[in-house]
Nanobody, 122 residues
Framework: QLQLVESGGGLVQPGGSLRLSCAAS????????IGWFRQAPGKEREGVSC????????NYADSVKGRFTVSRDNAKKMVYLQMNSLKPDDTAIYYC???????????????WGKGTLVTVSS
């Protein structure tokens, strides 16, 4: 079993930055691709970014490309989402999720965290 815990959310002004962290425990993270998802009020959950198990391939939704950066440190069992130039539309609960796969996917995730709230407002 893999447990995931997100942190780093909060209130930030438009144009600001936040770094979300996803801490994994239970088993090694080496064989899991990690996805970041978000769900805004009244909207469906969407995939934001993902990173393959070795960390050398990443993917981003068009809405965050150029502003968000995903990274991971398998030795520390940590995955990060650096969010810059935040907009009010980025307001959502952000989740990290793991899939037992070498490649990056936005579906078929095996484990989920409980999420962290990001609010972008002046």
């Amino acid at each position: 079993q893999l447990q995931l815990v997100e942190s780093g959310g909060g209130l930030v002004q438009p144009g600001g930055s936040l770094r979300l962290s996803c801490a994994a425990s239970g088993v090694t993270l080496d064989y899991y691709a990690i996805g970041w998802f978000r769900q805004a009020p009244g909207k469906e959950r969407e995939g934001v970014s993902c990173i393959n198990s070795s960390g050398d391939i990443t993917n981003y939704a068009d809405s965050v490309k150029g502003r968000f950066t995903v990274s991971r440190d398998n030795a520390k069992k940590m995955v990060y989402l650096q969010m810059n130039s935040l907009k009010p539309d980025d307001t959502a609960i952000y989740y990290c999720a793991a899939r037992n796969s070498l490649r990056c996917y936005y579906y078929g995730m095996d484990f989920w965290g409980k999420g962290t709230l990001v609010t972008v407002s002046s």
